[in-house]
Protein backbone atom coordinates (compact mmCIF):
# COMPACT_ATOMS: atom_id res chain seq x y z
CA UNK A 1 0.00 0.00 0.00
CA UNK A 2 0.80 3.85 -0.36
CA UNK A 3 0.74 6.25 2.42
CA UNK A 4 -1.02 9.67 0.86
CA UNK A 5 -1.39 13.10 1.95
CA UNK A 6 -3.35 15.66 0.39
CA UNK A 7 -3.11 19.55 0.56
CA UNK A 8 -4.65 22.64 -0.64
CA UNK A 9 -8.19 22.70 0.65
CA UNK A 10 -9.38 25.99 2.16
CA UNK A 11 -12.36 28.41 1.55
CA UNK A 12 -12.55 29.78 -1.93
CA UNK A 13 -15.86 31.78 -3.45
CA UNK A 14 -17.69 30.55 -6.54
CA UNK A 15 -16.44 30.80 -9.33
CA UNK A 16 -12.95 30.40 -7.83
CA UNK A 17 -10.46 27.95 -8.57
CA UNK A 18 -7.93 26.13 -6.23
CA UNK A 19 -5.66 23.31 -6.95
CA UNK A 20 -5.39 19.91 -4.73
CA UNK A 21 -2.49 17.88 -4.59
CA UNK A 22 -1.90 14.61 -2.97
CA UNK A 23 1.48 12.98 -2.29
CA UNK A 24 2.55 9.48 -2.31
CA UNK A 25 5.24 7.40 0.04
CA UNK A 26 7.50 4.64 -1.83
CA UNK A 27 9.39 4.64 -4.79
CA UNK A 28 6.12 2.41 -6.78
CA UNK A 29 4.00 5.36 -7.19
CA UNK A 30 3.94 5.01 -11.14
CA UNK A 31 2.63 1.86 -10.56
CA UNK A 32 -0.49 2.97 -9.27
CA UNK A 33 -3.72 4.90 -10.99
CA UNK A 34 -5.29 7.45 -8.94
CA UNK A 35 -8.34 8.73 -8.05
CA UNK A 36 -9.81 12.06 -6.12
CA UNK A 37 -13.25 11.71 -4.56
CA UNK A 38 -15.37 13.66 -2.07
CA UNK A 39 -17.88 13.19 0.59
CA UNK A 40 -20.06 16.16 1.30
CA UNK A 41 -21.84 15.98 4.85
CA UNK A 42 -24.66 13.87 4.80
CA UNK A 43 -23.97 12.43 1.45
CA UNK A 44 -22.11 9.33 0.07
CA UNK A 45 -18.86 9.63 -0.88
CA UNK A 46 -18.94 10.31 -4.62
CA UNK A 47 -16.24 9.62 -7.91
CA UNK A 48 -14.84 12.98 -8.85
CA UNK A 49 -11.80 12.25 -11.41
CA UNK A 50 -9.42 9.65 -12.15
CA UNK A 51 -6.00 8.72 -13.57
CA UNK A 52 -3.71 5.98 -15.25
CA UNK A 53 -0.58 5.16 -13.87
CA UNK A 54 1.26 6.95 -17.19
CA UNK A 55 -1.26 9.87 -16.74
CA UNK A 56 -2.26 9.37 -20.38
CA UNK A 57 -5.48 8.43 -19.56
CA UNK A 58 -8.49 10.23 -17.56
CA UNK A 59 -11.86 10.00 -16.61
CA UNK A 60 -14.14 12.46 -14.52
CA UNK A 61 -17.20 12.35 -13.13
CA UNK A 62 -20.24 14.44 -15.24
CA UNK A 63 -20.66 16.64 -12.53
CA UNK A 64 -16.51 18.08 -13.16
CA UNK A 65 -16.23 17.46 -17.19
CA UNK A 66 -14.69 20.67 -18.03
CA UNK A 67 -13.90 22.07 -14.64
CA UNK A 68 -11.78 19.84 -13.22
CA UNK A 69 -8.38 18.57 -14.52
CA UNK A 70 -6.55 15.58 -12.86
CA UNK A 71 -2.60 15.43 -13.71
CA UNK A 72 0.05 14.09 -12.17
CA UNK A 73 3.33 14.13 -11.80
CA UNK A 74 5.31 10.71 -10.97
CA UNK A 75 8.85 12.27 -10.40
CA UNK A 76 7.37 13.92 -7.60
CA UNK A 77 4.63 11.38 -6.41
CA UNK A 78 2.03 13.91 -6.46
CA UNK A 79 -1.31 13.53 -8.39
CA UNK A 80 -2.81 17.08 -8.88
CA UNK A 81 -6.81 18.21 -9.25
CA UNK A 82 -6.67 21.53 -10.57
CA UNK A 83 -10.20 22.79 -9.85
CA UNK A 84 -12.17 25.83 -11.59
CA UNK A 85 -15.35 27.31 -11.81
CA UNK A 86 -16.51 26.08 -8.13
CA UNK A 87 -20.04 25.94 -7.36
CA UNK A 88 -20.95 26.11 -3.81
CA UNK A 89 -22.34 22.19 -4.48
CA UNK A 90 -18.86 21.78 -4.66
CA UNK A 91 -18.36 22.12 -1.11
CA UNK A 92 -17.00 18.83 0.50
CA UNK A 93 -13.86 16.95 1.83
CA UNK A 94 -11.83 15.54 -1.44
CA UNK A 95 -9.74 12.27 -0.44
CA UNK A 96 -7.35 10.92 -2.68
CA UNK A 97 -6.85 7.09 -3.26
CA UNK A 98 -4.23 4.68 -5.07
CA UNK A 99 -5.37 1.52 -7.24
CA UNK A 100 -2.60 -1.23 -8.17
CA UNK A 101 -5.36 -2.39 -10.95
CA UNK A 102 -6.50 0.54 -12.96
CA UNK A 103 -8.15 3.71 -13.24
CA UNK A 104 -11.71 3.41 -12.35
CA UNK A 105 -14.51 5.42 -10.97
CA UNK A 106 -15.39 2.35 -8.43
CA UNK A 107 -14.32 3.12 -5.17
CA UNK A 108 -13.86 -0.69 -4.63
CA UNK A 109 -10.72 -0.84 -6.02
CA UNK A 110 -8.75 1.38 -4.10
CA UNK A 111 -6.77 0.27 -1.34
CA UNK A 112 -4.74 2.87 -0.27
CA UNK A 113 -6.84 6.49 0.96
CA UNK A 114 -5.62 9.87 2.28
CA UNK A 115 -7.14 11.56 5.30
CA UNK A 116 -8.81 14.56 2.80
CA UNK A 117 -8.69 18.29 2.73
CA UNK A 118 -11.84 20.31 3.10
CA UNK A 119 -13.01 22.27 -0.05
CA UNK A 120 -15.86 25.19 0.99
CA UNK A 121 -16.95 27.42 -1.74
CA UNK A 122 -19.64 30.27 -0.59
CA UNK A 123 -21.83 31.61 -3.07
Known amino acids: QVHLVESGGGLVQAGGSLRLSCAAS????????MGWFRQAPGKEREFVATISQSGSSTYYADSVKGRFTISRDNAKNTVYLQMSSLKPEDTAVYCC????????????????WGQGTQVTVSS
Open 97 to 112: AASSLYYTHSTASYAS
Open 26 to 33: GRTFSRYA
